[in-house]
């Protein structure tokens, strides 16, 4: 019997090059024929010949983009360049809302050829590359920056090591600067002059914290924290962050934020300094705008010295937890001016209107960004985690009458965004309430487990196990979660829902006086969220404060007028007896205060 040879792989070593149409489903749901037609006219015009001129070929077409395939990374470059110019002068006189623009990705790599179609992890990383890179610009890897050093006429930005979509190890990547041309005499002497891109969105390098304590030997927990906090800023949703290698070539220098802001194409910096005093330490962190240099936030942590590693957990959780909104604030900020905005830019703006409390306003307003981003992108895992937040708050806050409608839709967000993200910390996180208030508290609390161990700084999701424990009848260990969310997270924008959750514990217990000191405290962080003026007008009811009753319930009607004892004793969230109990309570204390009856 003659064995039969085993069939030839061909591979090379090849030049890849992925590029995609930037915002591609939002012009084709404006106009898709005018959309298409324009497409085909570019890759005609200036792709396809800038490819061939090039040696290259291309591998195969991807609807709103093409992969190719080069012998030389040189050669990939200088193509890529030459197209992205001609597009730029072909496009310059369209409307910004329809003007198309190219991404590029650039990746060397050993990859299976067949001939309509090349295969591998460098294939693979070169549309990953592709698909951080600016509209109008190139993002190559390490191996193809290695090739074209020195031998292409543009500049290059270090972004750091990249954490790309399922690419096992971290891929370092460079942004490669567009030059612009122009075909009048007195712009070509600045042809050989480059235009910085835009730097990503979320960007951000943490410079060395400094150690003002005069003690060398505290530079390794000074170091610590510095690493850390890039580690837990990286789990962000949507941020860059330059790894830390690269940012610890600057420390102990003099720096210029500005030009680090250049060099490492980044928008924001964070530097801070630990200073240990006695038996107390300190540590001060500000962020900064690396465009303009100017200061954007800061914040002190000073505690006494206990455990320097426990220290080190605390101060990273609470400086990532506070950033991570300060960041979204600040890009809100910025996609506001923008007068063509994508589904990121609106996924911000929704963010910030949620994160300035649960009215029926700010939600209304959230909701609207939210929305959109969805009508441009249906795939946004931002804009589906921020629909399913809006509906799980609009149900847990009893603002509305169709609680189960609102928490279905919220169900069905969270599950879709963890389909196109499994890692999502915050999807699992809102997951885990959602079935928490539709009395499946055993799957809730595994939700927010395993959101905890995706992000184990997540305040939010060690609140809602001590919610859970309130919810099974369990009051008395609420206490423990929420106080661990607010050491996380002491300034959290939701800090006031976890005070309002250990009220609702307390009047559980008994403990009415102990009630009303969390419920106001949660109004001191957050005036805005109605229910919790309607606990603690229950909570002093019971304590036969009626006065001061019937005044918390009045400034609960002016941010919520449909509110009603009916609605709020409707919306069982258990069927434990325990909690039955401790609802009934807050009827009666409610009644007492004035609360309408429904």
């Known amino acids: 019997m003659v064995q039969e040879r085993p069939v030839r792989v061909e591979r090379r070593l090849s030049a890849i090059m992925a590029a995609d149409v930037a915002g591609y489903s939002r012009l084709m749901h404006s106009d898709e024929e005018a959309t298409h037609a324009r497409l085909t006219s570019l890759l005609t015009e200036a792709v396809n010949p800038s490819i061939t001129e090039h040696g290259g070929r291309i591998v195969k077409n991807t609807g709103d983009g093409f992969l190719a395939e080069f012998p030389s990374a040189v050669q990939a470059v200088r193509a890529a360049l030459q197209f992205q110019t001609r597009v730029k002068d072909l496009t310059t006189a369209d409307a910004e809302d329809t003007r198309i623009g190219f991404r590029v990705g650039i990746n060397v790599g050993d990859v299976i050829v067949e001939p309509h179609d090349v295969f591998g992890d460098g294939v693979n990383i070169a549309a990953r590359l592709e698909s951080i890179a600016e509209p109008g610009g190139i993002c190559i890897s390490s191996s193809a920056y290695d090739h074209i050093r020195g031998k292409v006429g543009i500049e290059f930005t270090d972004l750091g090591e990249q954490a790309l979509k399922n690419i096992e190890r971290p891929v370092r990547a460079y942004a490669a600067v567009v030059l612009e041309r122009s075909s009048t005499p007195a712009a070509s002497a600045e042809r050989a002059r480059p235009s910085a891109l835009s730097a990503p969105r979320l960007s951000i390098v943490v410079l060395p914290f400094a150690n003002l304590s005069g003690d060398p030997e505290q530079d390794y927990f000074v170091d610590g924290v510095t690493e850390s906090l890039t580690t837990d800023l990286s789990r962000v949703a949507g941020s860059f962050v330059i790894g830390r290698h690269t940012a610890f070539t600057y420390k102990g220098k003099a720096v210029d934020l500005k030009q680090i802001g250049r060099e490492l194409n980044i928008r924001y910096v964070l530097e801070g300094s630990v200073q240990r005093n006695g038996n107390r330490l300190r540590v001060n962190v500000q962020l900064i705008e690396a465009e303009t240099a100017s200061h954007l936030w800061a914040d002190r942590f000073d505690k006494p010295v206990a455990n320097l590693f426990d220290m080190q957990d605390e101060i990273v959780a609470r400086l990532a937890n506070a950033l991570n909104t300060q960041l979204i604030e600040v890009e809100a900020r910025r996609a506001g001016r923008s007068l063509d905005p994508d589904a990121t830019d609106l996924n911000f703006q929704g963010t910030a209107w949620l994160n300035k409390g649960a009215t029926p306003e700010h939600l209304r307003q959230a909701r609207g960004f939210f929305e959109r981003a969805l009508t441009i992108d249906p795939r946004s895992v931002g804009a589906l985690v921020g629909m399913a937040t809006l509906d799980m708050i609009v149900g847990i806050a009893v603002l509305t009458d169709d609680r189960i409608g609102r928490f279905s839709a919220a169900e069905t967000n969270a599950i879709k965004a963890l389909s196109l993200t499994p890692d999502d910390a915050s999807a699992h996180f809102i997951l885990g309430c959602v079935y928490m208030f539709t009395n499946r508290h055993a799957q809730g609390i595994a939700e927010c487990e395993q959101a905890l161990v995706l992000n184990p700084n997540l305040a939010d999701a060690h609140a809602a196990r001590g919610l859970a424990k309130f919810l099974i009848g369990r009051a008395a260990e609420t206490e423990g979660h929420i106080l661990e969310a607010l050491r996380l997270s002491p300034r959290d924008t939701f800090a006031n829902w976890w005070m309002h959750c250990l009220g609702r514990a307390k009047i559980q217990l008994g403990a009415n006086a102990e009630a009303v000191n969390w419920l106001r405290r949660s109004i001191e962080a957050n005036r805005n969220f109605p229910l919790t003026h309607f606990q603690l007008a ?30 709020f004793s409707t919306a069982k969230s258990s069927d434990n007896l325990t909690y039955l109990a401790g609802l009934e309570r807050v009827c009666q204390g409610m009644r007492l205060a004035g609360v309408p009856e429904g």
């Open 538 to 567: 229950a909570a002093l009811g019971l304590l036969g404060a009626l006065d001061e009753a019937r005044a918390a319930a009045k400034e609960g009607l002016a941010l919520d007028p449909g509110f009603t004892i009916r609605r």
